[in-house]
T-cell receptor, first 117, second 113 residues
Framework: AQKVTQAQTEISVVEKEDVTLDCVYETRDTTYYLFWYKQPPSGELVFLIRRNSFDEQNEISGRYSWNFQKSTSSFNFTITASQVVDSAVYFCALSGLSNTNAGKSTFGDGTTLTVKP | AAGVIQSPRHLIKEKRETATLKCYPIPRHDTVYWYQQGPGQDPQFLISFYEKMQSDKGSIPDRFSAQQFSDYHSELNMSSLELGDSALYFC????????????FGEGSRLTVL
């Protein structure tokens, strides 16, 4: 069984602060994908990043960065110099690579980030 | 670039009525997924199709059925609607099951009164 835990239900920061969203996962698959999605108040799910399990290289994209630690089953997401437009619900998700699991992503409960001006 | 198209975007139904949601995947994507997201909940996997055949099934009620047609579009049919079916329904598509990322549509919001 797969499980994704986002322990932080809500986070509130002031604009320009850095913020890290935690994600811990459980899976029996040896190969898998991890994702982060952003869901703004308008409701759509916006893909942010995909990381496969055999690539532990951290990634930076503008103000966003991701820290994948396979040893601790964590895939944390950091927003640097947060902006009001970053306010959204952020979901971490896990997907296996076997035919029975592929695409059947398991989502965490989400972290609601509020960035105040 | 073309994205996943879902229709209708909003739908209001009465209890015990039937609703049909449509999804048009990104061209050349071979897999379609349906997810249900209740208010304040995370998306829950319902069902998926690979090359027009059901490939996996999640927590989909027996009152719901889905299929993928020859043009790869998919429809989610929901009968005997209940208040608890009120949710945002997402369709997603991918290419090469398991190897590609999921591309989500903007969702169809169903309200059951």
């Amino acid at each position: 069984a797969q499980k994704v835990t986002q322990a932080q239900t809500e986070i509130s920061v002031v604009e320009k602060e850095d913020v890290t969203l935690d994600c811990v996962y459980e899976t029996r698959d040896t190969t898998y994908y991890l994702f982060w999605y952003k869901q703004p108040p308008s409701g759509e799910l916006v893909f942010l990043i995909r990381r496969n399990s055999f690539d532990e290289q951290n990634e930076i994209s503008g103000r966003y960065s991701w820290n994948f630690q396979k040893s601790t089953s964590s895939f944390n997401f950091t927003i640097t110099a947060s902006q009001v437009v970053d306010s959204a619900v952020y979901f971490c998700a896990l997907s296996g690579l076997s035919n029975t699991n592929a695409g059947k992503s398991t989502f965490g409960d989400g972290t609601t980030l509020t960035v105040k001006p | 670039a073309a994205g996943v198209i879902q229709s209708p975007r909003h739908l209001i139904k009465e209890k015990r009525e039937t609703a049909t949601l449509k999804c048009y995947p990104i061209p050349r994507h071979d897999t379609v997924y349906w997810y249900q997201q209740g208010p304040g909940q995370d998306p829950q996997f319902l069902i998926s199709f690979y090359e027009k055949m059901q490939s996996d099934k999640g927590s989909i009620p027996d009152r719901f059925s889905a299929q993928q047609f020859s043009d790869y579009h998919s429809e989610l049919n929901m009968s005997s609607l209940e208040l608890g079916d009120s949710a945002l329904y997402f369709c997603a598509s991918s290419f090469l099951t398991g190897a590609g990322e999921l591309f989500f549509g903007e969702g169809s919001r169903l309200t059951v009164l």
